[in-house]
Structures are given as C-alpha cells and as structure tokens.
C-alpha cells in the first residue's frame, strides 16, 4: 500500500535501518509509514506488507488498549518504555521492550516513533533461572528434610537425666545449627557402673555430627567390651586418625565412670575443658585433661591418662562442652572457666535439675546474641545409700 512518506523522514531512514533495534513510525491518522529492517526481521514479514496499515490491526484488540494505555501514562509520566510483546506472522508473540514518542515536523503533522528491543534471549534466560529456581527450591525442601531427620536421630542418642544407683544425673544438649558436633552419654554399664562423657568434634553442621555420630558408636562399642577410659581414648584416637585421616576433624572428650554408690569415680580428659566438682556453696574443684587433643596425634593419650577419685554424698560433678565457657558478653569479654566456677558455685545449693537451668540461664544472660557453638552439660550429684 503506497503511503506519502514526510521529506524529514527520507533523511534519516537510511540511518534508522543501521540500527538493532525496531523503529515503527506512525502518522496522525496512525497508519504507519515506516519500518526499518530490523522491524522486518522481528515481525517476520517485508515492510511492503506493513506501511500503510494501522499500527493496531496488527494486535487484538485487547492488546492494543493495553498499548495504547501504557503510551498514554507514558506521556504523563515521561516514562516511555514498558515492556510487552510484537506480534509476528506465525502467529507468536516477541517479548520487546516499546518505547514511544511523539514528534511533530515542521509542518506541524504529528507522528509516533515507537521502537521495539528484542529481549527473547533474556526472557528465556529468566525462564532458566526460574526452573533453576524451582529445582533449588525442591533439593532444598529434600536437605531440610534430611536435616530434620538427622536431628530428630541426634536428639534421640541425647544424654537423658536419670536416677542410678546412688546417684542422681541431669543432661542438656542443643546444637547451633540443626544438628551439630556435641555429644553427651550417660549409659549405666550393666549393675556395677554408671559412664558419663561429653564430646566436641570440631566445626558445625553436617561433617561434624557424622563424625560425631561415629565416635558416639565407638564408644558404645567400647563400653560393651568394658574397657577402662584411658584405652578408649586411645582407641578413639587411632580410630579417628586412621578411619577419618587427613580430615580437618579432631575432637575433645571428658569421661567418668562411677561405681553404683557414687564413692568411687574414674576421671579421663583429653584436651577438653577442666570438669568441676562442687561441694554446695564451695568453690570447684577443677578435674584437667591429661591428655591431648584427639583425632591429630599418635601419641595424644599418655599414659596415665586417668585420675582416681572419692566422692562423697552431696558432692556434684558438672561435665560440659566449650559452647558453655566459649561465649562473649557485648564487651567482648568470654565467661571462661573462671566464670562458669562462679556460676557452678552459686547455683551448686540448688536441686540439681534447677541448677542445670539455672546454669543455662545465666550463661545466656551472660552471651551477647543467639548461641554460636554447640552446648552440652551433664550434672552428677552424690546422693545416699543406692537405690
């Protein structure tokens, strides 16, 4: 269709078709009278097919009023691009972004400039991102819900308070994360001993409660064959060095074995916090480590790596992981052991279960924020004769 092209126009046409991105020029009767190569491309049909038409048969009538609409708040605003589609002669849609303008010549006829840029290649990069999206969405859903499990199994092989013998334990543990490296244990062996231990693994999360549930299988192995504490430590070590070499992972461990009265105890540390024995309202008594961190070298576990001791009724024996001692007030100053001993000796008049709360109190009024490590803590307290 033959259409009266403006002189204005015929001067800029040939640099128009130099650009890559579509230029549809309209007159005030909206028919349009010029397209550039590129337009061609986009639509898929020669410009001989286009001028002369109305710009909106080429849209249903619902697209255009949306066009239309858009053009309008565009003069408004002075925001003249949004983004739509271009229809094309198979019948698809291309996602463009239009921009619009309108121009009048020197003549005073008014004409719209609208250019359309191809965004396919980003729409169908969205699309990807969006499946990609969708898949990490699902594989996480899938973790959390192996996290939760996992949980749900490392709270169940928690130490539990209990009443042995002559002897009365409370247990606390809760990691930083889902789940974490901290382990306690508290496993009467057969009628004749009561074992307790608390264990850190190094690190958070997975890696380190696989390691952690690991060791905790060991050491169950190892009660059953009633070995004494100092050769578990050093099976434990050899076992992780060998088992897990080459890993970042070591870990540390304190461990008690008390007779069914309470009288007599066992004491066995490798690289882990001083243990405490508290006779009400008196300062601590601190049980060292004799050994040395686990899981890094041959010789950590010397040999005398066990301390005997007597205890009395009433006496409490408080075993925990660094998480309690290793926190930081909004000073940046750590509780430390020498904190903890001050906490332990304050609330050592209290019944024990109220103490292991109050220990857990005070040590979060002590810390500046939501915990950071993993926490263990079990209490022992001497009663009278056994039960």
């Known amino acids: 269709m033959e259409i009266e092209k403006p002189e204005w126009l015929e001067q800029i046409e040939g640099i128009l078709g130099t650009l890559n991105e579509g230029v549809l020029i ?25 001028i002369g038409h109305v710009s909106a048969s080429f849209y249903s009538p619902q697209e255009y009023k949306f066009i239309q609409a858009r053009i309008d708040e565009g003069n408004l605003t002075g925001r003249n691009r949004f983004e739509f589609v271009l229809p094309q002669k198979d019948g698809g849609r291309l996602p463009v972004v239009i921009g619009s303008q309108r121009v009048e ?4 006829r008014e004409f719209s400039i609208m250019t359309f840029t191809d965004i396919s290649e980003q729409k169908r990069a969205e699309a990807r991102l969006r499946e990609a999206n969708v898949q990490l969405e699902e594989r996480q859903r899938e973790i959390d819900e ?11 092989l928690a130490p539990q308070s209990l009443v042995w013998g002559g002897m009365r334990v409370e247990a606390y543990f809760h990691p930083a994360r889902t789940i974490g490296g901290d382990f306690g244990l508290v496993s009467p062996l057969g009628e004749e001993h009561l074992n307790l231990l608390v264990c850190d693994v190094s690190g958070h999360g997975v890696g380190s409660a696989l390691v952690a549930n690991r060791i905790y299988t060991e050491i169950l192995a190892q009660l059953r064959r009633r070995a004494p504490l100092g050769d578990i430590l050093r099976h434990l070590n050899h076992f992780v060095i060998q088992s897990i070499g080459g890993s970042v992972f070591y870990f540390t461990a304190a461990a008690a074995r008390l007779d069914r009265g309470g009288r007599r105890m066992v004491f066995a540390g490798a690289g882990h916090p001083p243990a405490m024995i508290v006779k009400p309202g008196q300062e601590p008594r601190l049980l060292e480590s004799r050994s040395m961190v686990l899981g890094a070298l041959a010789d950590a576990v010397g040999v005398e790596a066990t301390l005997d001791i007597d205890l009395e009724p009433g006496d409490r024996l408080v075993l925990y992981t660094d998480g309690i001692t290793e926190v930081f007030d909004s000073r940046g100053e750590m509780l430390g052991s020498e904190g ?27 810390r500046d924020g939501p915990p950071s490590d993993d926490v263990s803590l079990v209490l022992l307290e001497v009663l009278g004769d056994p039960i």
């Open 105 to 108: 010549d020197p003549n005073g």
């Open 340 to 366: 903890l001993q001050k906490i332990v000796r304050e609330t050592s008049l209290l019944p024990l279960s109220e103490m292991k709360e109050a220990i857990l109190e005070r040590v979060g009024a002590w």
């Open 146 to 156: 192996d996290l939760s499990l996992a949980a749900r199994v490392q709270q169940s």
């Open 26 to 50: 309209t007159n005030d009767c909206e028919k349009i009278v010029f397209v550039n190569s590129c337009l061609e491309g986009m639509l898929g049909v020669p410009s001989s097919e286009v």
